[in-house]
């Protein structure tokens, strides 16, 4: 009797997978910035306060990534916030698209 070894899946998306969406990674990093502004924070003290890298809060910012909702949890304790505070012009964006 022969056992078949399982492979594991692929990490990341699947090829031709689309999930990033621009206007709202942008939306979501400008809200994000302007919080952390108002603030007087530093991206750096943003990420000390969040847990995460500092590189991925400018990513963040610039609209390059799009945080999983860990991410988001984590920014909005960073920021005092509530997540619902980052999300929601991004939402808006989203909706106003045809």
Not at 19 to 39: C, I, P, Q, Y
Not at 50 to 58: A, D, I, K, M, N
């Amino acid at each position: 009797m022969s056992i078949r070894l399982k492979t594991a899946p692929k990490a990341g998306r699947p090829k031709g997978a689309r999930s990033f969406d621009e206007t709202v990674a942008k939306m979501l990093g400008a809200t994000a910035r302007a919080r952390r502004l108002d603030n007087e924070m530093s991206q750096e003290q943003l990420a000390d306060a969040s847990g995460l890298e500092r590189s991925y809060v400018g990513r963040l910012e610039r609209g390059g990534s799009q945080p999983t909702l860990l991410a988001l949890l984590k920014l909005a304790k960073g920021l005092d916030c509530d997540v619902s505070e980052l999300v929601g012009p991004a939402e808006k964006a989203f909706r106003r698209r045809k």
